[in-house]
């Protein structure tokens, strides 16, 4: 009960909540006011940087969300010119984070990590279309147990500075496994192609837990 609770947070978080229990502190000495202020925002940092534990599905036919957050956007598009995918049509799912989310990613399948790829960019709004194209993100090509591929993108946001990737290329992931995360409110798009899509816009997802498409 306490775990669900407290959970543990994230390692990035530990060094932001260190810093704002000492701002807090600091200004207690000054005004209880605005050391009350310094503890709301030392709750809000431990609360962002969560990381609970999620409970897969474990099944190949289905795919589970890479964020919690919303859905913006459920459409069919071209792959991702960076990863040379851009001849070939995939349905793409569009999350959005905002600062209340949990923000820890995870992949939506079991599969091996067949590409890595940073892609420098803006700090657009992340509920913006053209963020999967100008924003700062990260690509995650993932081969599926069937040869397929996967692809999930960490999208920087307005607010989010830091992507940070916890995987290496050719690791092999479990469904649901943690890929990395992202600071600050954000945004994860992921592509796929033959399943059939469970969520609409609008709707509210788990990561790692919420089942997108269905085979």
Known sequence: MLEKIFSKIHSEGYKFLAISIIITIFL?????????????????????????????????????????????????????????????????????????????????????????????????NASLDKASEDNERNYYKITNNHGEEVIVVQIAGLIARRIVCESSKDQQLQQGER?????????????????????????????GETLLAKR
């Open 28 to 124: 207690y000495f000054f005004s209880t006011f605005l050391g009350l202020i310094g503890l709301v925002l030392s709750i809000w940092i431990y609360y962002f940087f969560r990381d609970p534990e999620r409970i897969s599905i474990n099944d190949e036919n289905y795919l589970t969300s890479p964020a919690d957050g919303e859905v913006l956007m459920v459409h069919e598009v071209d792959g991702p010119k960076e990863l040379g995918l851009e001849d070939k049509k995939f349905t793409k799912i569009s999350i959005f984070m905002n600062v209340f989310d949990c923000h820890v990613n995870r992949t939506p399948c079991e599969g091996k990590i067949s590409e890595i790829l940073y892609k420098p960019g803006k700090f657009l």
């Open 179 to 207: 890929i990395g995360m992202i600071r600050f409110g954000s945004r994860a798009d992921v592509y796929f192609k033959n399943y059939q899509t469970l969520v609409k816009v609008g709707q509210k997802t788990i990561a």
